[in-house]
């Protein structure tokens, strides 16, 4: 049995038995992979703590037909995020969307990155929860091929219009005018709104969480990147069902 050394982010813990615990880690090397922790559970210190929920550590790993975890190390941990209701339950949605998202053999190192910026700007930049979530949505759905195409109206080219409507099926921008000559579920797009997701989809990944909008804009660009990506990916997130109960409870107090 080979040994294997690797950095990655904990994305989920499954309990296994009396003390075994099975995590999953999304490395830039090795994909998304599920290692078995023997005994963690009643094992406390160091390598305790570096298997936890949203930590990116270092593992040394036994390597066979599945990986057994041998050693770990803390690289970066984000603990304060579990002491935060909303971010946490913003995170656990990450979580489920990029475990979703990636495959075991997909080395392209893409959501690693990503996911550990927006711990980042949570845990250590306090960015609004709600810009964070809808820049998440929007880049995610970007990366995995469903990038869409905010340059001008799609239907008859005209780069300049006051009142643009976003078609969720395709991504597209319609103007006014050929609104009414094509079908499909539409948003409304303000310009704010539009800056922000041209914004997202075109900077460089370790700006993507570095933008602000009024409270009015980031609550409709939550609505569009929310429903755009979970329209491509055709899921039902249980996180997300959470992620917006803490809301409802809040409306209801």
Sequence with gaps: MAHVTVKGLVIRETDFGETDRFITVLTAELGKIEVLCRGIRRRKGRLANAVRLFCYSEFTLYSGKS????????????WGITSNIEQYALCCYFAELVNLSADSDDTSGGLLPMFLRALY????????VQTVKAAFELRLAADLGYAP???GCAVCGQAEC??????????????????KRVGGTYFDLPQ????AMRYIVSC????????????????QLGQICERYLLFHLDVRCTTLDFYHSLFQMESEQ
């Design 192 to 195: 704010g709104v539009l800056t």
């Design 204 to 219: 460089d990944g370790k700006r993507l969480f570095a933008f602000a909008v009024s409270e009015q804009t980031g609550r």
């Design 67 to 78: 990986y057994t975890l041998s050693d770990a190390e803390t690289d970066m941990s984000f």
């Design 121 to 128: 700007a949570l845990d250590r930049q306090k960015r609004p």
């Design 149 to 151: 195409d905010l340059t």
């Design 162 to 179: 006051e009142t643009w409507s976003f078609l969720l099926e395709n991504g597209a921008l319609v103007c006014s005018d050929c609104r």
